[in-house]
């Protein structure tokens, strides 16, 4: 299984709203509504912030959504803040009944 | 509050095994759907998903490591043992452990254990 395509990195100013993209196929993101999206800084461990596409667990900012089209799911960040600076990563249930991640994306807050 | 953490040794040779703990608290790893996985990161790298242990003792595996994988639960009831054999340069980095339901989304890690490979 071939990892999900994420940009390298991506960048926005306080207060814009940035995406970061991750493109899979039929047998992963195309194929059930499994996709997940973590945070995480130099040094730390993940932290889940978006599930099942959308669900955001309790205590995540509204600022933080998902979606999905097709055999691509986005991230969405609006309102950005300096302490959004960080590693995103999308994963994906697949179709074999395994797990795939994306290549992660590094988020610079100017 | 579910909590894990990993332990195992920082530091092995080329050909040699790996086998890590991770620890459970917070949640009985035999409820039905309950599931641990492995994720390791090389330094500066992606996230890269190894293997799944499911409250059935069921394992899935990372297809390009499948050979070299096996996961089992540990001596003691909440524990989950990754064994990763043969180990190359390139296995070295951060492992984690996680805990999820049965679609693999993550929502407790562990601190992560950091792996050097060094001969």
């Known amino acids: 299984q071939s990892a999900l395509t994420q940009p390298a990195s991506v960048s926005g100013s306080p207060g814009q709203t940035i995406a970061i993209s991750c493109s899979g196929t039929?047998?992963?993101?195309?194929?059930?509504?499994?996709v997940s999206w973590y945070q995480q800084s130099p040094g730390k461990a993940p932290k889940l912030i978006i599930s099942?596409?959308?669900k955001r667990p309790p205590g995540v900012s509204g600022r933080f959504s998902g979606s999905k089209s097709g055999n691509t799911a986005s991230l969405t960040i609006s309102g950005l803040r300096p302490e959004d600076e960080a590693h995103y990563s999308c994963?994906?249930?697949?179709?074999?009944?395994?797990?795939?991640f994306g290549g992660g994306t590094w988020l610079t807050v100017l | 509050q579910i909590t894990l953490k990993e332990s195992g040794p920082t530091l092995v040779k080329p050909t040699q095994t790996l086998r890590l703990t991770c620890d459970v608290s917070?949640?009985?790893?035999?409820?039905?759907?309950?599931?641990v996985g492995w994720i390791r990161q090389a330094s500066g790298g992606a996230l890269e998903w190894l293997a799944m242990?499911?409250?059935?003792?069921?394992?899935r595996y990372s297809p390009s490591l499948h050979s070299r994988l096996s996961v089992a639960e540990g001596a003691a009831r909440q524990q989950v043992v990754l064994v990763l054999t043969n180990m190359g340069f390139d296995d070295a980095g951060t492992y984690f452990c996680?805990?999820?339901?049965?679609?693999?989304?993550?929502?407790?890690w562990g601190q992560g254990a950091v792996v050097t490979v060094s001969s």
């Open positions: 996680a805990h999820t339901g049965p679609f693999f989304a993550f929502d407790a």
């Open positions: 917070g949640v009985s790893l035999k409820n039905t759907g309950e599931a």
């Open positions: 242990m499911f409250w059935n003792d069921e394992g």
């Open positions: 039929n047998g992963d993101i195309g194929a059930f509504n499994f």
């Open positions: 099942d596409v959308f």
């Open positions: 994963s994906s249930f697949t179709t074999s009944g395994l797990l795939v």
